[in-house]
Protein backbone atom coordinates (compact mmCIF):
# COMPACT_ATOMS: atom_id res chain seq x y z
CA UNK A 1 0.00 0.00 0.00
CA UNK A 2 2.90 2.17 0.84
CA UNK A 3 4.28 1.93 -2.86
CA UNK A 4 0.62 3.12 -4.11
CA UNK A 5 0.95 6.19 -2.32
CA UNK A 6 4.18 7.06 -3.39
CA UNK A 7 3.35 6.41 -6.95
CA UNK A 8 0.19 8.30 -6.27
CA UNK A 9 2.61 11.35 -5.00
CA UNK A 10 5.05 11.11 -7.49
CA UNK A 11 2.09 11.68 -10.13
CA UNK A 12 0.23 14.41 -8.17
CA UNK A 13 3.78 16.21 -8.45
CA UNK A 14 4.43 15.08 -11.44
CA UNK A 15 1.24 16.55 -12.97
CA UNK A 16 1.10 19.63 -10.89
CA UNK A 17 4.80 20.65 -12.18
CA UNK A 18 3.43 20.05 -15.73
CA UNK A 19 0.52 22.19 -14.83
CA UNK A 20 2.20 24.81 -13.69
CA UNK A 21 4.93 24.91 -15.84
CA UNK A 22 2.42 25.09 -19.17
CA UNK A 23 0.74 27.97 -17.98
CA UNK A 24 4.10 29.76 -16.88
CA UNK A 25 5.54 28.96 -20.68
CA UNK A 26 2.22 30.44 -22.27
CA UNK A 27 2.08 33.36 -20.02
CA UNK A 28 6.06 34.12 -20.12
CA UNK A 29 6.55 33.19 -24.26
CA UNK A 30 3.29 34.48 -25.40
CA UNK A 31 2.10 31.43 -27.41
CA UNK A 32 0.24 28.11 -27.08
CA UNK A 33 2.58 25.17 -25.65
CA UNK A 34 2.56 22.26 -27.91
CA UNK A 35 4.20 19.09 -29.12
CA UNK A 36 6.53 20.68 -31.43
CA UNK A 37 10.45 20.65 -31.25
CA UNK A 38 11.21 22.87 -34.07
CA UNK A 39 12.47 26.47 -33.10
CA UNK A 40 14.29 29.67 -35.20
CA UNK A 41 16.82 29.02 -33.47
CA UNK A 42 18.99 26.08 -31.68
CA UNK A 43 18.31 27.99 -28.14
CA UNK A 44 14.72 27.55 -28.95
CA UNK A 45 14.54 24.42 -29.99
CA UNK A 46 16.05 23.04 -27.02
CA UNK A 47 13.27 24.94 -24.94
CA UNK A 48 10.51 23.20 -26.77
CA UNK A 49 12.20 19.81 -26.27
CA UNK A 50 12.20 20.85 -22.52
CA UNK A 51 8.62 22.08 -22.58
CA UNK A 52 7.47 18.83 -23.91
CA UNK A 53 9.53 17.02 -21.37
CA UNK A 54 8.07 18.64 -18.48
CA UNK A 55 5.09 19.67 -19.71
CA UNK A 56 3.73 16.90 -22.30
CA UNK A 57 1.80 15.24 -19.53
CA UNK A 58 -0.64 18.25 -19.16
CA UNK A 59 -0.88 18.75 -23.03
CA UNK A 60 -1.88 15.32 -23.21
CA UNK A 61 -4.71 16.02 -20.67
CA UNK A 62 -5.79 18.89 -22.74
CA UNK A 63 -5.53 17.06 -25.76
CA UNK A 64 -7.77 14.32 -24.83
CA UNK A 65 -10.38 16.27 -23.81
CA UNK A 66 -10.94 17.89 -27.59
CA UNK A 67 -14.01 17.82 -28.75
CA UNK A 68 -14.87 15.31 -31.68
CA UNK A 69 -17.40 15.29 -34.54
CA UNK A 70 -20.46 15.03 -32.25
CA UNK A 71 -19.03 17.89 -30.06
CA UNK A 72 -18.28 16.26 -27.04
CA UNK A 73 -14.96 14.22 -26.25
CA UNK A 74 -15.14 10.50 -27.17
CA UNK A 75 -14.49 7.94 -24.19
CA UNK A 76 -11.37 6.60 -25.91
CA UNK A 77 -9.42 9.59 -26.66
CA UNK A 78 -10.07 10.62 -22.81
CA UNK A 79 -8.85 7.47 -21.32
CA UNK A 80 -6.03 7.21 -23.80
CA UNK A 81 -4.78 10.38 -23.14
CA UNK A 82 -5.45 9.85 -19.47
CA UNK A 83 -3.08 6.46 -19.33
CA UNK A 84 -0.54 7.91 -21.26
CA UNK A 85 -0.44 11.40 -19.63
CA UNK A 86 -0.61 10.31 -15.78
CA UNK A 87 2.20 7.09 -16.51
CA UNK A 88 4.17 10.22 -18.47
CA UNK A 89 3.57 12.53 -15.18
CA UNK A 90 5.37 9.45 -12.77
CA UNK A 91 8.22 10.04 -14.77
CA UNK A 92 8.05 13.68 -14.53
CA UNK A 93 7.20 13.42 -10.67
CA UNK A 94 9.85 11.19 -10.12
CA UNK A 95 12.57 13.17 -12.36
CA UNK A 96 11.58 16.30 -10.01
CA UNK A 97 11.40 14.10 -6.26
CA UNK A 98 15.04 12.62 -7.87
CA UNK A 99 16.53 15.67 -8.48
CA UNK A 100 14.81 17.74 -4.91
CA UNK A 101 16.66 14.71 -3.22
CA UNK A 102 19.86 14.90 -5.06
CA UNK A 103 20.00 18.52 -4.12
CA UNK A 104 19.35 18.11 -0.40
CA UNK A 105 21.61 15.30 0.07
CA UNK A 106 24.26 17.46 -1.70
CA UNK A 107 23.47 20.18 0.84
CA UNK A 108 23.63 18.27 3.90
Request: charged residues 5%.
Amino acid sequence: MTQFILALFLIGIGLSVAGTGTHLYQQLARKVAAFSLQGQTALESLINVVVVVICGPYMMLRMGWQSGSAGRPATVDVLLASTIAFGWSFVTGLMIVGTYVAMLRAVA
